[in-house]
T-cell receptor, first 112, second 114 residues
Framework: SQTIHQWPATLVQPVGSPLSLECTVE??????LYWYRQAAGRGLQLLFY??????ISSEVPQNLSASRPQDRQFILSSKKLLLSDSGFYLC???????????FGPGTRLTVL | GDSVTQMEGPVTLSEEAFLTINCTYT??????LFWYVQYPGEGLQLLLK?????DKGSNKGFEATYRKETTSFHLEKGSVQVSDSAVYFC?????????????FGRGTSLIVHP
């Protein structure tokens, strides 16, 4: 099966606090993994992708970072959250050949 | 670079009406094309796909045909239901060999009234 777990499901954090969002993938090895953000009323913004352990590519300069400590684990972090970091964060994996995206359930982050 | 343009929303329809959501793309090579659907509070789900010119993807009554000559992949459904209310995203991937980065449109919100 192809299952993606994301936690927490929702999070409310004060400005300036740290962040750690976790994504784990079942049912496959060496997946391509992605972090997206959806701001309220806007489309998807690709933040990071990874093609293997320790390999991270960043798509936009920002207050966030990503790490891949294990094959099926992808972590999104921040040392100090900004108000503009609020949004819906989605983890996804790319499926073979055509790279269609399989998404997790998402984490709703509100920074106050 | 690659890009996907889809019609602005929201699209508001009555139940059983015909739906069209336009999508056009710009890409090098021969990308695969996708429609994803996002229900409120959830992640995106693949709705349908087409991987080469003239292919028709279909699922749950939705259809889209890969038109290379017009670089389009319009989403259609003959009779929408209230349960189809969601945000629909057009996307492409794999336009150049080894590319890992998909390209998404901005999404079109569909609201279906009873």
């Amino acid at each position: 099966s192809q299952t993606i777990h994301q936690w927490p499901a929702t999070l409310v954090q004060p400005v300036g606090s740290p962040l750690s969002l976790e994504c784990t993938v079942e049912g496959t090895s060496n997946p391509n993994l992605y972090w997206y953000r959806q701001a309220a009323g806007r489309g998807l913004q690709l933040l990071f992708y990874s093609v293997g352990i320790g390999q991270i590519s960043s798509e936009v300069p920002q207050n966030l970072s990503a790490s891949r400590p294990q094959d099926r684990q992808f972590i999104l972090s921040s040392k100090k959250l900004l108000l503009s970091d609020s949004g819906f964060y989605l983890c996804a994996r790319g499926l073979a050949v055509f790279n269609e995206q399989f998404f997790g359930p998402g984490t709703r982050l509100t920074v106050l | 670079g690659d890009s996907v343009t889809q019609m602005e929303g929201p699209v508001t329809l009555s139940e059983e009406a015909f739906l069209t959501i336009n999508c056009t793309y710009t890409a090098t090579g021969y990308p695969s094309l996708f429609w994803y659907v996002q229900y409120p509070g959830e992640g995106l789900q693949l709705l349908l796909k087409a991987t080469k010119a003239d292919d028709k993807g279909s699922n749950k009554g939705f259809e889209a045909t890969y038109r290379k000559e017009t670089t389009s992949f319009h989403l259609e459904k003959g009779s929408v239901q209230v349960s189809d209310s969601a945000v629909y995203f057009c996307a492409l991937s794999g336009s150049s060999g080894g590319s890992y980065i998909p390209t998404f449109g901005r999404g079109t919100s569909l609201i279906v009234h009873p």
